[in-house]
Structure formats: structure tokens, C-alpha cells
């Protein structure tokens, strides 16, 4: 089983930063998919970005240019870098796993936006 820890979430004015990161345990493989989503309230959840265990990314065309995204994999943890944050950014943002064993989701983290 996996286990998805987040942290990093809270209260930052429009303009403003902050990461987020996500540390995974249990039985890793090291051949995965980590990724960050995000649901506003009364919307659906969506994709924000992912990142392969190679390193390759893809991110969602509304944060492109502001997230970064980045893994350390010896230390099992994906992170997200968020600037030029935006009110319409204001969500809770959660991790994921995607591997051979399974498909595993956080808890999830409230990021809110203040104009």
C-alpha cells in the first residue's frame, strides 16, 4: 500500500508563492507518474501537471509559466512550485501516484488565493 503525504498549502495574496510537496511511502516503484490536481469548490477535479519518473512534465495550459513542477526521487517527494498566483487558483490541490500497482491520491491541501 502507498501512503501520500502533502503539505504545503494556505493563505497567499494574488501575486504571491508558494510549494507544495507530496512525499509517497509504502511500496514505491520506481517507475511512476506523480502529479499534482486541483478541485475548486462546485468544480470538477483537474489536471494541474505530472511529472514521470524521468522527469518528463506536462502541465494544464493555465498554469504553464507559473507551476513548476519537480521530483526527488530518492527521497520518494514531488513537489510544486506555484508563483504568480491567481485568485481563480484558489483550490484543494492534491497529490497522485500513478504506477504498475495502483493509482494513489492524498489528501489533499487547501490553496486559497486572496485578490
Known amino acids: 500500500q502507498v501512503q501520500l503525504v502533502e503539505s504545503g498549502g494556505g493563505l497567499v495574496q494574488a501575486g504571491g508563492s508558494l510549494r507544495l510537496s507530496c512525499t509517497a511511502s509504502g511500496s514505491i516503484f520506481r517507475a511512476n507518474v506523480m502529479g499534482w490536481y486541483r478541485q475548486a469548490l462546485g468544480k470538477q477535479r483537474e489536471l494541474v501537471t505530472t511529472i514521470t519518473s524521468g522527469g518528463s512534465t506536462n502541465y494544464a495550459d493555465s498554469v504553464k509559466g507559473r507551476f513548476t513542477i519537480f521530483r526527488d526521487n530518492a527521497k520518494n517527494t514531488v513537489y510544486l512550485q506555484m508563483n504568480s498566483l491567481k485568485p481563480e487558483d484558489t483550490a484543494v490541490y492534491y497529490c497522485?501516484?500513478?504506477?504498475?500497482?495502483?493509482?494513489?491520491w492524498g489528501q489533499g491541501t487547501q490553496v486559497t488565493v486572496s485578490s
Open positions: 497522485r501516484l500513478t504506477a504498475s500497482a495502483g493509482d494513489y
